[in-house]
C-alpha cells in the first residue's frame, strides 16, 4: 500500500434513476434514499483510498438544499478531503438533473468520516493525502477546522462540565419552558 495518495486516485461516482418506489409521501424523493445512496458513495471512496473495509463513524450536517423530483437523474460525488491516522473525511456532492429539461441543481453536500477496519474489526493506519493545489489545501484545512470544532462542541457539553446557569440566561427568548 501506498504512503500517499492523491484524491484523484480515489474520487468515485454514481448517477441513479429515481423511481415512484424511491419517493416519500409528499411525492419527492426520500431523504432517506438520498443519505443511503451517500453513504454507500462515501463508503466506496474511502474503501478505495484505503484499500480496505470502512465503517461510518460520524457525518457532518446534511442540508437538504432543493427536492428531487422522481424521475430525476441524481448524481453523487465523493472524493478524500482529510486522512488522519485510520479515519478519512469523505466530501459527498449531490446533484440532480431533469432530463427533459435539461436542468441542473446542487441538493446537498455532506462530510463522512469513516474509519478503515482490518479482518478483525480493529481500526487500521490509512495512507495520506497529496495535496496539489490550493483547493486540496483548502479543503483539508476546513476537515481539520470541523474536526476540531466537533470535538469543542463535545466536551462543551460533557455532563461532568455542563455548567446549566451559564446556558439558562440564552434560553430565555426560546420556545421553551424552564421548570426546574
Same mark, same amino acid.
Given at each position: 500500500?501506498?504512503?500517499? #495518495?492523491? +484524491? &484523484?486516485? %480515489? ?8 423511481? +415512484? ?18 453513504? *454507500?458513495?462515501?463508503? @466506496?471512496? @474511502? %474503501?478505495?483510498?484505503? !484499500?480496505?473495509?470502512?465503517?461510518? @463513524? %460520524? ?6 438544499? &432543493? +427536492?428531487?423530483?422522481? /424521475? ?5 460525488? @465523493? %472524493?478524500?478531503?482529510?486522512?488522519? #491516522? ?9 446533484? &440532480?438533473?431533469?432530463?427533459?429539461? /435539461? ?17 478483525? /474489526? ?5 495512507? /495520506? ?5 490550493? !483547493? ?8 481539520? !477546522? ?14 461532568? !462540565?455542563? *455548567?446549566? #446557569? ?10 421553551? #419552558?424552564?421548570?426546574?
Amino acid at each position: 500500500m501506498k504512503n500517499y #495518495k492523491n +484524491p &484523484s486516485d %480515489s474520487r468515485v461516482s454514481i448517477t441513479e434513476l429515481m423511481l +415512484p418506489s424511491h419517493s416519500n409521501f409528499g411525492g419527492k424523493v426520500h431523504g432517506g434514499h438520498i443519505l443511503n445512496l451517500m453513504d *454507500q458513495i462515501a463508503f @466506496a471512496c @474511502a %474503501s478505495k483510498h484505503s !484499500q480496505r473495509y470502512c465503517v461510518t @463513524a %460520524s457525518v457532518n450536517r446534511v442540508d437538504f438544499l &432543493s +427536492p428531487v423530483e422522481v /424521475g430525476e437523474l441524481i448524481t453523487l460525488r @465523493a %472524493s478524500i478531503n482529510y486522512t488522519g #491516522k485510520t479515519s478519512m473525511v469523505v466530501g459527498v456532492r449531490v446533484d &440532480s438533473e431533469n432530463i427533459t429539461e /435539461g436542468t441542473k441543481r446542487h441538493c446537498n453536500s455532506s462530510y463522512f468520516t469513516m474509519v478503515a477496519k482490518d479482518e478483525e /474489526g480493529k481500526s487500521v493506519p490509512v495512507p /495520506g493525502l497529496i495535496l496539489e493545489n490550493e !483547493q486540496a489545501v483548502r479543503r483539508f484545512a476546513r476537515s481539520k !477546522q470541523r474536526k476540531k470544532e466537533a470535538f469543542s462542541r463535545d466536551t462543551r457539553f460533557d455532563e461532568s !462540565q455542563f *455548567q446549566m #446557569k451559564e446556558h439558562l440566561k440564552r434560553l430565555i427568548d426560546e420556545n421553551v #419552558k424552564i421548570d426546574l
